[in-house]
């Protein structure tokens, strides 16, 4: 991989990756850590990219997911990274920012959930590139964002009712 | 308005800003002066391309090295020099 593919590959694809590690990590310094360790990673090994198994987003998304988790590992900031099931607790929303409320529910989610949620709804990939990104079969990633979305419903549920508020302080 | 869509709308309330300069400098290094390409700069140029330059400088540098000498500039003698002794000055005008 040559300087002029590396700068082409980051300039295309640093800020959905920024943006994925910030929303995994809830912490824009990590998320800076994550990306800068995902080029480094890519241009170690640039031939662990095969063009035929997806687009290089899909293949970076995945190299950083695995960063936050591992990450997330190590730092202990969740019960069971496995639980793909895992319900999440609710949330005080009283007198906050939505903008906050919302980043705060996401935080909650099991990053298994987290992951593909972020993915879908705010990267808008379509389930093959989640698929590829957490390299995981479609049943288990639509089982993954559906349990995502539910309980996000549960916990976001009094904005969804009463929507405006509380608004933007 | 279904649930699903509902729960799209308020969750892209939360939105981010874009990847930091900083984080420019450390995966690309730090960015260099302009001026600094014309010391270590290099460009990319396609084989016949360069076989056309090279060529081409070759048959210059063989042209200027087989090109005869100039003549010698002839040498003027002055010996016989003679003044113009009677001069008539005739000024022409535009209406003539």
Known sequence: ?169 | MDDDKKLSELLKEWQLPSAPASLDVRVLGPRKPWWNLLFTGSIRIPVPVALALAATVIVMAVALLHRPPAPPAASVNLADFQPVKDMHVRVIRRSE
């Open chain 1, 1 to 169: 991989m040559t300087d002029a593919d590396l700068q082409a590959a980051y300039a295309a694809h640093k800020d959905v990756l920024f943006r994925f590690a910030w929303r995994m990590t809830g912490s824009p310094a990590a998320a800076e850590d994550l990306v800068h360790d995902s080029f480094i990673a890519l241009l170690r090994n640039p031939a662990a990219f095969d063009r035929d198994r997806g687009a290089l987003r899909s293949f970076l998304l995945g190299i950083t997911r695995n960063l936050a988790l591992k990450r997330a590992r190590r730092e202990r900031t969740f019960r069971d990274l496995d639980d793909d099931t895992a319900i999440s607790p609710s949330l005080d929303i009283a007198n906050r920012e939505r903008a906050a409320i919302v980043a705060e529910a996401i935080a909650l989610l099991p990053p298994l959930q987290r992951d593909v949620l972020i993915l879908a709804e705010y990267e808008e990939l379509t389930l093959d590139e989640i698929c590829r990104a957490v390299d995981a079969e479609l049943p288990a990633v639509k089982s993954r964002l559906h349990r995502a979305r539910e309980n996000l419903k549960r916990i976001l549920r009094p904005l969804l009712e009463t929507k405006g508020l509380p608004h933007g302080r």
